[in-house]
């Protein structure tokens, strides 16, 4: 049963399978519902992702470039939805299929039958993957971190729950007050100021009395998993920039036959 994942046809296969999935669809935003998903699916990209896997199959090198790099581009529009800013699981589903994706395409097999010389090449009973060195996730884990906090620059307003009472003005007056403040962090929103309002001194109500104050609310989950975003895609970049290292570099010489 291992052998069989040892297959680039097969490996392959399974890429397909992920992108009949999830994609990443040309769009500019990523289903937020099951019932979106099935709406989101696009013939036409599935036809050409097959082509491009079975141009990999056959020894493509450029294919298995360009479905890393689109990939990789569909990550990057992905952190942009509002399916992901909302912090919804659909979006870390998504997420994490497209890693998937680009580990299927640089594993071993499919990394040597794309090879022009075949010679100095892993052998058939290695790892899937070479395995990273220690430092590789302590880099990963820390530039999360980093990337978390620099991010904290990204403001959007969003609305304040519980602000005005149901019912308090008719249904089709317009509200005395925007309820709403900033949110930071990206892609999901973890730090916010929950506005309140207070009168200074007396029971009458006039701009003189009234003090504005907001205390910052930080989500311990949202950060948790905003962090966990930011490691994961800081993990897979630097596996790809570590992973040439770790493969014999490409030689000159002719390419013999790919077997079929």
């Known amino acids: 049963m291992a052998r069989i994942w040892r297959k680039p046809g097969v490996l392959m ?15 500019r935003s990523a289903p937020a519902t099951a019932a979106q998903l099935t709406h989101a699916v696009d013939p036409a990209s599935i036809v050409f992702a097959a082509f491009l896997a079975w141009r990999v199959t056959r020894g493509g090198s450029f294919a298995r470039g360009l479905i890393i790099l689109y990939t990789a581009t569909g990550i ?53 993957w070479p395995v990273p060195t220690r430092w590789l996730p302590v880099s990963a884990a820390a530039a999360g971190l980093i990337m978390t906090l620099l991010f904290l620059g990204n403001m959007d307003s969003q609305p304040v729950p519980g602000c005005q009472v149901p019912g308090y003005l008719a249904p089709h007056s317009a509200p ?22 207070s009168l200074n001194s007396g029971n009458k109500v006039a701009a003189g009395n009234l003090a504005v104050f907001a205390d910052p609310v930080i989500s311990k989950s949202a950060a948790a998993e ?24 490409e030689s000159t010489a002719p390419r013999e036959p790919v077997p079929a």
């Open 13 to 27: 296969i399974a890429y397909l399978i992920l992108f009949g999935i999830a994609g990443p669809w040309p769009t």
């Open 226 to 249: 905003d962090l966990a975003i930011w490691a994961l895609v800081s993990f897979a970049a630097l596996y790809l920039l570590w992973l040439p290292s770790r493969r014999p570099a």
């Open 76 to 128: 990057a529009a992905l952190l942009n939805t509002p399916v992901m800013r909302s912090g919804s699981l659909i979006g870390l589903g998504f997420l994490a299929i497209y890693l998937v994706q680009i580990a299927l395409l640089v594993s071993t097999p499919v990394y040597n039958r794309t090879r022009k010389n075949q010679t100095g090449l892993a052998p058939d009973g290695s790892w899937l």
């Open 176 to 197: 005395l007050a925007q309820c709403a403040t900033l949110a930071e962090g990206y892609p999901i929103h973890y730090l916010s100021a929950v506005p309140t309002l």
